[in-house]
């Protein structure tokens, strides 16, 4: 698992969660990210949580297929 996921898995977490957002500064941030045993950057952190990628499998899941029954020539 990456360190973005552990982070991620670990914001799940109510404590941790109010931990990081509460925490004032990055050196605050990076404190806590360090006792929870992460290794990613508060920059790193700050970016996973400004805009999270879609995976793989979040991108099947919401990509599109058909459009419907389209009938050429339309009648």
Same mark, same amino acid.
């Given at each position: 698992m990456s360190a973005i996921e552990l982070f991620l898995e670990k914001m799940t977490d109510p404590e941790f969660?109010? *931990?990081?957002? !509460?925490? !004032? #500064?990055? $050196? &605050?941030?990076?404190?806590? /990210? &360090? @006792?929870? !045993?992460? #290794? /990613?950057?508060? *920059?790193?952190?700050e *970016? #996973? /949580? *400004? !805009? @999270? $990628?879609l995976s793989? $499998?979040?991108l099947d899941q919401v990509a599109g297929g058909g459009a419907g029954i389209i009938r050429y020539p339309p009648q």
């Open positions: 969660q109010a *931990a990081f957002v !509460g925490a !004032g #500064t990055p $050196e &605050a941030k990076a404190a806590v /990210l &360090a @006792q929870a !045993g992460l #290794t /990613l950057s508060v *920059a790193e952190a *970016a #996973t /949580l *400004a !805009g @999270q $990628e793989d $499998e979040d």
